[in-house]
Protein backbone atom coordinates (compact mmCIF):
# COMPACT_ATOMS: atom_id res chain seq x y z
CA UNK A 1 0.00 0.00 0.00
CA UNK A 2 2.97 2.50 0.63
CA UNK A 3 4.55 1.87 -2.66
CA UNK A 4 1.01 2.49 -4.21
CA UNK A 5 0.37 5.25 -2.61
CA UNK A 6 4.43 7.05 -3.44
CA UNK A 7 3.40 6.25 -6.96
CA UNK A 8 0.10 7.55 -7.34
CA UNK A 9 1.72 10.84 -5.62
CA UNK A 10 4.11 10.99 -8.34
CA UNK A 11 1.91 10.76 -11.11
CA UNK A 12 -0.69 13.06 -9.22
CA UNK A 13 1.88 15.79 -9.10
CA UNK A 14 1.18 16.54 -12.73
CA UNK A 15 -2.93 17.45 -11.85
CA UNK A 16 -4.38 20.95 -12.26
CA UNK A 17 -4.37 23.19 -9.20
CA UNK A 18 -7.94 24.31 -7.76
CA UNK A 19 -8.25 27.29 -5.69
CA UNK A 20 -8.58 27.48 -1.94
CA UNK A 21 -8.81 30.05 0.73
CA UNK A 22 -5.14 30.93 2.98
CA UNK A 23 -5.16 29.15 6.25
CA UNK A 24 -4.03 32.15 8.95
CA UNK A 25 -5.65 29.62 11.96
CA UNK A 26 -2.86 29.63 14.57
CA UNK A 27 -1.80 26.26 16.32
CA UNK A 28 0.25 25.05 19.15
CA UNK A 29 1.90 22.32 20.11
CA UNK A 30 3.05 20.43 22.90
CA UNK A 31 5.38 17.75 22.56
CA UNK A 32 4.79 17.82 18.91
CA UNK A 33 0.72 17.20 19.83
CA UNK A 34 -1.01 19.58 18.39
CA UNK A 35 -3.44 21.16 21.14
CA UNK A 36 -7.12 21.18 20.39
CA UNK A 37 -8.98 24.65 21.83
CA UNK A 38 -12.62 25.24 21.99
CA UNK A 39 -11.80 28.96 21.84
CA UNK A 40 -8.95 29.41 19.38
CA UNK A 41 -5.87 30.84 20.36
CA UNK A 42 -5.48 34.67 19.40
CA UNK A 43 -2.59 37.27 18.85
CA UNK A 44 -2.51 40.24 20.68
CA UNK A 45 0.13 42.58 20.13
CA UNK A 46 2.27 39.70 18.32
CA UNK A 47 1.93 37.91 21.60
CA UNK A 48 -0.24 34.13 21.25
CA UNK A 49 -2.97 33.48 23.88
CA UNK A 50 -4.76 30.60 24.50
CA UNK A 51 -7.73 29.53 27.00
CA UNK A 52 -6.16 28.85 30.51
CA UNK A 53 -7.50 25.77 31.53
CA UNK A 54 -6.73 23.79 28.01
CA UNK A 55 -2.62 24.84 28.04
CA UNK A 56 -2.02 23.92 31.76
CA UNK A 57 -4.06 20.75 31.86
CA UNK A 58 -2.03 19.62 29.00
CA UNK A 59 1.40 20.17 30.54
CA UNK A 60 0.02 17.76 33.21
CA UNK A 61 -0.71 20.93 36.03
CA UNK A 62 -3.44 21.49 38.12
CA UNK A 63 -6.15 24.61 37.52
CA UNK A 64 -7.79 26.63 39.79
CA UNK A 65 -10.28 29.48 38.90
CA UNK A 66 -11.30 32.22 41.81
CA UNK A 67 -14.46 34.04 40.19
CA UNK A 68 -14.56 36.82 42.50
CA UNK A 69 -10.92 38.02 41.72
CA UNK A 70 -10.66 37.01 38.48
CA UNK A 71 -7.27 34.53 39.46
CA UNK A 72 -6.27 31.83 38.07
CA UNK A 73 -3.52 28.94 39.96
CA UNK A 74 -1.60 26.28 38.89
CA UNK A 75 0.80 24.05 39.87
CA UNK A 76 2.89 21.57 38.30
CA UNK A 77 5.28 19.44 40.78
CA UNK A 78 6.80 22.16 43.13
CA UNK A 79 6.24 25.25 40.72
CA UNK A 80 3.02 27.72 41.01
CA UNK A 81 1.82 29.90 38.38
CA UNK A 82 -0.63 32.86 39.10
CA UNK A 83 -2.37 35.50 36.96
CA UNK A 84 -4.96 37.93 37.25
CA UNK A 85 -7.08 39.11 34.43
CA UNK A 86 -6.30 42.32 32.95
CA UNK A 87 -3.08 42.03 35.55
CA UNK A 88 0.57 42.33 33.99
CA UNK A 89 1.93 40.16 36.86
CA UNK A 90 2.69 36.79 36.51
CA UNK A 91 3.81 34.99 39.88
CA UNK A 92 5.67 32.35 39.69
CA UNK A 93 6.60 30.51 43.18
CA UNK A 94 6.34 34.34 45.03
CA UNK A 95 8.45 35.44 42.47
CA UNK A 96 6.49 38.29 40.20
CA UNK A 97 7.23 39.03 36.42
CA UNK A 98 6.42 41.46 34.15
CA UNK A 99 3.67 40.11 31.16
CA UNK A 100 3.68 41.88 27.85
CA UNK A 101 0.20 41.14 27.18
CA UNK A 102 -2.37 40.45 30.75
CA UNK A 103 -4.43 37.70 30.45
CA UNK A 104 -7.96 38.57 29.15
CA UNK A 105 -11.63 37.19 28.25
CA UNK A 106 -12.47 36.05 25.45
CA UNK A 107 -15.70 33.96 24.41
CA UNK A 108 -16.60 33.63 27.51
CA UNK A 109 -12.97 31.97 27.98
CA UNK A 110 -10.06 33.16 30.00
CA UNK A 111 -6.90 33.76 27.78
CA UNK A 112 -3.16 33.51 29.15
CA UNK A 113 -0.20 34.04 27.26
CA UNK A 114 1.18 30.89 25.50
CA UNK A 115 5.07 31.47 26.00
CA UNK A 116 4.84 32.42 29.80
CA UNK A 117 2.79 30.34 30.93
CA UNK A 118 4.79 27.39 29.00
CA UNK A 119 8.62 28.74 30.04
CA UNK A 120 7.29 29.17 33.83
CA UNK A 121 7.03 25.36 34.05
CA UNK A 122 10.81 25.09 32.17
CA UNK A 123 9.24 24.63 29.05
CA UNK A 124 11.44 26.09 25.65
CA UNK A 125 8.69 28.05 23.80
CA UNK A 126 9.29 28.86 19.91
CA UNK A 127 6.96 30.40 17.34
CA UNK A 128 7.14 28.82 13.62
CA UNK A 129 6.00 32.26 11.41
CA UNK A 130 6.18 30.00 8.10
CA UNK A 131 3.32 27.59 9.64
CA UNK A 132 1.79 30.01 12.43
CA UNK A 133 2.72 27.98 15.34
CA UNK A 134 3.36 28.06 18.65
CA UNK A 135 5.56 24.85 19.58
CA UNK A 136 6.42 23.90 22.67
CA UNK A 137 8.11 21.05 24.37
CA UNK A 138 8.57 20.41 27.96
CA UNK A 139 11.84 19.77 29.79
CA UNK A 140 11.96 16.18 30.19
CA UNK A 141 10.59 15.30 26.32
CA UNK A 142 13.92 17.73 25.61
CA UNK A 143 15.72 15.22 27.52
CA UNK A 144 14.85 12.13 26.18
CA UNK A 145 15.25 13.79 22.32
CA UNK A 146 18.91 14.28 23.55
CA UNK A 147 19.26 10.18 23.40
CA UNK A 148 17.85 9.95 20.07
CA UNK A 149 19.90 8.07 17.13
CA UNK A 150 20.48 9.29 13.62
CA UNK A 151 19.92 7.02 10.32
CA UNK A 152 20.81 8.27 6.92
CA UNK A 153 19.73 6.41 3.68
CA UNK A 154 21.59 6.83 0.27
CA UNK A 155 20.66 4.96 -2.35
CA UNK A 156 20.98 4.98 -6.30
CA UNK A 157 17.98 5.19 -8.17
CA UNK A 158 17.32 4.42 -12.08
CA UNK A 159 14.26 3.79 -14.26
CA UNK A 160 14.02 4.31 -18.40
CA UNK A 161 17.71 5.84 -18.84
CA UNK A 162 17.34 8.33 -15.52
CA UNK A 163 19.55 7.55 -13.07
CA UNK A 164 19.84 10.12 -10.01
CA UNK A 165 20.96 9.22 -6.16
CA UNK A 166 18.52 10.03 -2.98
CA UNK A 167 20.00 10.88 0.69
CA UNK A 168 18.19 12.11 3.64
CA UNK A 169 18.84 10.98 7.58
CA UNK A 170 16.06 11.15 10.08
CA UNK A 171 16.62 10.36 13.73
CA UNK A 172 14.50 8.24 15.90
CA UNK A 173 13.73 7.11 19.48
CA UNK A 174 15.70 4.18 19.89
CA UNK A 175 13.48 2.47 22.68
CA UNK A 176 11.52 -0.80 23.62
CA UNK A 177 8.17 0.08 22.04
CA UNK A 178 9.46 1.14 18.77
CA UNK A 179 10.36 -1.47 16.15
CA UNK A 180 12.65 -0.19 13.37
CA UNK A 181 13.04 -1.58 9.89
CA UNK A 182 15.43 -0.92 7.03
CA UNK A 183 15.43 -0.69 3.42
CA UNK A 184 12.36 -3.28 3.29
CA UNK A 185 11.44 -5.18 0.33
CA UNK A 186 8.98 -2.68 -0.83
CA UNK A 187 10.87 -0.10 -1.03
CA UNK A 188 10.58 1.52 2.32
CA UNK A 189 13.73 3.13 3.29
CA UNK A 190 13.31 3.43 6.74
CA UNK A 191 10.20 2.50 9.22
CA UNK A 192 9.18 2.83 12.55
CA UNK A 193 6.31 1.13 14.35
CA UNK A 194 4.99 1.41 18.03
CA UNK A 195 2.24 -1.72 19.23
CA UNK A 196 3.30 -3.97 15.96
CA UNK A 197 1.92 -6.98 18.75
CA UNK A 198 -1.58 -8.32 18.12
CA UNK A 199 -2.85 -7.44 21.82
CA UNK A 200 -2.24 -3.87 21.02
CA UNK A 201 -5.48 -1.37 21.83
CA UNK A 202 -3.71 1.06 18.98
CA UNK A 203 -1.13 1.14 15.86
CA UNK A 204 1.30 3.49 14.95
CA UNK A 205 3.80 3.54 11.92
CA UNK A 206 5.82 5.76 10.21
CA UNK A 207 7.98 5.51 6.98
CA UNK A 208 10.16 7.09 4.44
CA UNK A 209 10.65 6.26 0.99
CA UNK A 210 12.71 7.57 -2.04
CA UNK A 211 11.40 7.30 -5.43
CA UNK A 212 13.25 8.38 -8.61
CA UNK A 213 10.78 11.36 -9.89
CA UNK A 214 9.79 11.80 -13.53
CA UNK A 215 7.31 14.63 -13.61
CA UNK A 216 7.96 18.04 -14.27
CA UNK A 217 8.38 20.79 -11.92
CA UNK A 218 5.12 21.32 -9.46
CA UNK A 219 4.31 24.88 -7.45
CA UNK A 220 4.63 24.65 -3.64
CA UNK A 221 1.48 26.44 -2.85
CA UNK A 222 -1.45 25.43 -0.51
CA UNK A 223 -3.92 25.81 -3.39
CA UNK A 224 -2.19 22.92 -5.30
CA UNK A 225 -1.62 21.01 -2.14
CA UNK A 226 -5.43 20.52 -1.87
CA UNK A 227 -5.65 19.79 -5.12
CA UNK A 228 -3.31 17.06 -4.97
CA UNK A 229 -5.25 15.85 -1.60
CA UNK A 230 -8.45 15.90 -3.17
CA UNK A 231 -7.35 13.47 -5.89
CA UNK A 232 -5.63 11.22 -3.69
CA UNK A 233 -8.61 10.78 -0.84
CA UNK A 234 -10.95 9.91 -3.94
CA UNK A 235 -8.17 7.31 -5.18
CA UNK A 236 -8.17 5.33 -1.84
CA UNK A 237 -11.77 6.25 -1.36
CA UNK A 238 -11.04 8.19 2.41
CA UNK A 239 -12.51 11.27 3.71
CA UNK A 240 -10.29 14.06 3.22
CA UNK A 241 -9.18 16.71 6.07
CA UNK A 242 -7.01 18.95 4.34
CA UNK A 243 -3.85 20.13 2.15
CA UNK A 244 -1.30 21.96 2.81
CA UNK A 245 1.99 22.79 2.01
CA UNK A 246 4.47 23.23 5.22
CA UNK A 247 7.72 23.04 5.73
CA UNK A 248 10.66 20.52 7.46
CA UNK A 249 14.28 20.91 7.98
CA UNK A 250 14.82 23.36 4.92
CA UNK A 251 12.46 22.02 2.21
CA UNK A 252 8.68 22.62 1.47
CA UNK A 253 6.74 19.52 1.42
CA UNK A 254 3.15 18.63 0.51
CA UNK A 255 1.22 18.08 3.48
CA UNK A 256 -2.29 15.60 3.07
CA UNK A 257 -4.21 14.34 6.10
CA UNK A 258 -7.47 12.10 5.39
CA UNK A 259 -9.16 9.26 6.88
CA UNK A 260 -10.48 6.10 5.93
CA UNK A 261 -11.94 2.94 7.83
CA UNK A 262 -9.40 0.76 9.42
CA UNK A 263 -8.61 -2.79 8.87
CA UNK A 264 -6.75 -4.13 11.41
CA UNK A 265 -8.52 -6.92 13.41
CA UNK A 266 -8.75 -5.70 16.89
CA UNK A 267 -9.29 -2.16 16.39
CA UNK A 268 -11.33 -1.97 13.47
CA UNK A 269 -13.87 0.08 14.80
CA UNK A 270 -11.18 3.05 14.98
CA UNK A 271 -10.97 4.89 11.64
CA UNK A 272 -7.05 5.37 10.86
CA UNK A 273 -6.01 8.67 10.48
CA UNK A 274 -3.11 9.03 7.31
CA UNK A 275 -0.60 11.99 7.40
CA UNK A 276 1.45 11.92 3.94
CA UNK A 277 4.48 14.11 3.06
CA UNK A 278 5.76 14.88 -0.02
CA UNK A 279 8.47 16.55 -1.90
CA UNK A 280 10.57 16.53 -5.43
CA UNK A 281 14.48 17.18 -4.67
CA UNK A 282 16.87 16.78 -7.76
CA UNK A 283 14.84 14.02 -9.32
CA UNK A 284 14.18 12.35 -6.41
CA UNK A 285 10.39 12.43 -4.26
CA UNK A 286 10.25 11.73 -1.20
CA UNK A 287 7.41 10.56 0.62
CA UNK A 288 6.68 10.39 4.36
CA UNK A 289 3.86 8.42 5.31
CA UNK A 290 2.30 8.00 8.85
CA UNK A 291 -0.76 6.33 10.08
CA UNK A 292 -2.63 5.93 13.20
CA UNK A 293 -5.33 4.49 14.77
CA UNK A 294 -7.03 2.96 17.94
CA UNK A 295 -5.94 4.50 21.17
CA UNK A 296 -2.50 6.25 20.41
CA UNK A 297 -0.52 7.43 23.79
CA UNK A 298 0.22 10.84 23.15
CA UNK A 299 3.76 10.08 24.02
CA UNK A 300 3.67 7.77 20.80
CA UNK A 301 2.42 10.15 18.35
CA UNK A 302 4.53 13.65 19.83
CA UNK A 303 7.49 10.85 19.44
CA UNK A 304 6.60 10.43 16.22
CA UNK A 305 5.83 13.56 14.93
CA UNK A 306 9.08 14.81 16.24
CA UNK A 307 10.85 12.51 14.43
CA UNK A 308 9.01 13.73 10.90
CA UNK A 309 10.59 17.06 11.62
CA UNK A 310 14.02 15.87 12.17
CA UNK A 311 13.68 14.46 8.44
CA UNK A 312 17.05 16.01 6.25
CA UNK A 313 17.36 15.73 2.64
CA UNK A 314 21.07 15.88 1.37
Not at 54 to 73: C, N, P
Not at 86 to 114: C, E, F, G, H, Y
Amino acid sequence: MKKITSILLSMLLLFACVNISAQNTITVELNANKLEFDTPPVNISDRVLVPVRAIFEAMGATVLWDETTKTVTSTLGETTVTMTIDSDILTVNDQKKTLDVSPTIVSDRTMVPARAVAESFGATVSWDAANNKVEIFTEDFLARAQDMKTHRSTKSLSTDGVHTASDFSISYFDEDQYKIKINANDGTDFEIESAYKSDSPYYAVMSVRADIYQGTDYPMTDEYAQSLAESTAQIVSATLVYGKVTTIGEDDFIEIHYKRPAISGNIDDHEAEVLIYTTVKNGVVYTITYTHYGRVPKKVSADINYMINTLVIH
